[in-house]
């Protein structure tokens, strides 16, 4: 009998382990009734859990489950010391505290994100958590550990998946993480807000220089060739015979 229930269980891990992406650690709820539950059947949740799971488990519970037990008085003290040895989630019910179950299923939401397993034995709660698709639901019957079979829900979820109604939460994750990658996911306004900054330059040095005067004529430019020579003058001297000679008078060309 312990067999076929271990076999039982390992097809139903699989199960949600392919079609809503469960891992190890398995992240397991417990409430005061399984506690009490545990404790009248002397079953060792600690060593058991991992062993029926068939891998690492990590065992926790919320303030609001650990409250609901301070007010029930001395008759499940032994439940509340066995809580207390788990992990306590943080909950949105710091201030006001809720009743277990109410708390435990606005820790599922609508679609466990966080892949919690839940162990207990209130009957209010089960029927709750068989509204909500993958949610593993685990108690206690015949001083064992029980992994229930997984809820229509569930199945009718996965078969939405296959025909392609609907899309399943690792295909989500998977486009979440290719629109980040691509900045796909931010808004248009978010886009278009945000401008760039110009950095300051100096000025073009170009921008600085004079503006010509228009309409006057330009000078002709000087050349080489355009200048003219100027003549040599020769000057007559007198010699002492008394002719008139012509002596060259060099001038500055």
Known sequence: MGLKRQKQ????????????????????????????????????????????????????????????LDTLGKELYGAKI????????????????????ECLLSMLGDTNPHHYFVATQDHTLTAGLKKIPGVPLLYIILNTIVLDKPCQTSLDHVQAVQLGELVSPAQQQSIRSL????????????????????KQSNPNPLSCLKK??????????????????????????????????SAPVATNT
């Open 9 to 68: 269980a390992k097809k139903t891990i699989s199960f949600y382990k392919y079609n809503f992406s469960f891992r190890e650690p398995f992240q397991i709820l417990i409430d005061g009734t399984f506690c009490q539950a545990a404790l009248k059947n002397k079953i060792q949740i600690k060593e058991q859990m991992p062993k029926y799971l068939m891998g690492e488990v990590q065992l926790c519970t919320t303030s609001c489950a650990l409250k609901e």
């Open 212 to 245: 010509k005067k228009k309409g006057g004529p330009t000078p002709p430019k000087k050349t080489e060739q355009g200048e003219k020579k100027k003549r040599s003058r020769h000057k007559k001297q007198k010699t002492e015979g008394g002719d008139n000679m």
């Open 179 to 198: 629109k980040e990658e691509q900045g796909i996911g931010q808004k248009d306004g978010e886009r278009r807000g945000k401008k760039r900054k110009r």
């Open 82 to 101: 066995i809580l207390q040895r788990f992990q306590a989630r943080r909950c949105p019910h710091f201030k006001e505290p809720v009743s277990a179950s």
